[in-house]
């Protein structure tokens, strides 16, 4: 069956594109720019804020043999595009970041065996939305670490009480998903509360008190305006009292992003929290709400504050983020992970990183371990895909200048298409250690399974953002695809993917 699956779905990418613009709520449409730092945000009708990221073009080697980003393990692209879909409607384009929604399944990579705490897995096959090109996945597994080796967590729970945190599916819900994070203290294991409206305040001390915990967290109400620079300089001080060396010493904040009160726009907030990392406290935060959402502000702050980003729509979602994947989300094993790709000029004529446009970094990033970048935690997979245009296709003329004509011909007799190195530092290190693998050019004719489902997830991502890149992608072609690679799915993700898939080609036909 799988094998028939993907020989539909090679056949179909020969047919005709899915044409026409998708239809998208009015609701959640864009009305206006404003700059900030270099990014735009995008507020919607409803006021909800996006960060536009203009996707990747195709490459050509000639011009730039190296391509470098962040490893990126934040979800809250997927669940937030789920959030609009099961409300029935497309999202903003901007809310759809591949990456994210690639990244947000666990494609069950081989464990490390050596020292490092990562390990690495690559696979080259035939592109499904497009037969002339090749599709490379890259596969990384970060360790996994037994419940009785999870060191002692100093954690701060930063909530937003203010008067937008009102309504089903903020607070409450909120209250629900720190609770459940609570049942799973153990002894050795601190919470402490900063809640913060207009003024912020210590709510709970450091407890492990399960009784004690949930009692502070029923008596928390929304109301007032939102100061959240206040509160978060009183969560990471809190963090700091109790800060413990070689523990989880992490801030989790929850909130919808709507800061109105103290310094409160994305650029001055950000610098906050990349002085306030120095502490070496991580972040983590835990989107919510709807209506006044400013997701480019919660992405921002979890990046520059060596931490995660996840949207919690549902309390099944607060239940995975914080007690199913609790060791993943807060357990640290590799900070400022990187990857740096260097393609072989005799065998690659262009290449394009699918998603990640707004990890992407120069390729003297690499090497400085200065530059921040993503933190990988215990169990995590990062997965990414490249889409090549092989050598001699002629769609991707580049001005071949004397570096890279030298490689051409050190790497023509080379069978490797690809070199990949990660570099990664031990948390609390400050310099970084490197792994380095080739990937050869052995295309499989019958793709596992791993890389049919992301591939599956990554042509749904581009028909969601409508990108110039989606080729003969259709959803029908996605749903033959990922049906194909659901495999165990022990936890029913993979089959919500499907059902995910129905509804936006239905939403985008006029159903």
Partial sequence: MENRNWAIVSALAASVAFGGCMKRSGSHSVSADASMGGSRFLPSVSGERYAHNPQSPFVAVADAPLSTFSADVDTGAYSNTRRFLTGGSLPPVDAVRI??????????????????????????????WSAEHQLVHIGIQGKH?????????????????????????RLPLLRSG??????????????????????????????????????ALGRMKAGGSTNGEAGIDLAYAVAARNFQPGAINRVILATDGDF????????????????????GVYLSVLGFGEGNYNESMMEQLADRGNGNYAYIDSEQEAKRVLVDQATSTLVPIADDVKLQVEFNPALVEAYRLVGYENRELDSEDFDDDQEDAGDVGAGHTVTALYEIVPAGAG??????????????????????????????KQPGDSQSALISFPVHNVSTSAPSEAFRFSAAVASFGMLLRDSPHKGSATFTNALALAEGAVGQDRDGARREFLDLVRTASDLSSGG
Avoid: W
């Fill in 145 to 169: 670490v037994r419940a009785d080796e999870v060191p002692p967590r100093n954690l701060v729970f930063l909530v937003d009480t203010s008067g937008s945190m009102r309504g089903e599916g």
């Fill in 260 to 279: 109105n009160v103290g310094q409160s726009s994305d650029g001055e907030l950000v610098r906050i929290i990349e002085d306030k990392r120095k502490s």
């Fill in 395 to 424: 769609e991707h003329a580049g001005k071949l200048d004397p570096v890279s004509e030298s490689n051409v011909s050190a790497a023509s007799a080379s069978a490797e298409l690809m070199t990949v190195k990660i570099r990664y």
């Fill in 99 to 128: 990456e994210e929604l690639v990244n947000y399944f666990d494609y069950a990579y081989p464990e490390p065996a050596g020292a490092d705490p990562l390990a690495a897995v690559s696979e080259v096959g035939p592109c499904p």
């Fill in 178 to 215: 720190l609770s459940q994070l609570a049942s799973t203290l153990r002894q050795q294991d601190h919470v402490s509360i900063v809640v913060y409206a207009g003024d912020s305040g210590v709510a709970l001390q450091p407890t492990n008190d399960k009784r004690r915990i949930r009692r």
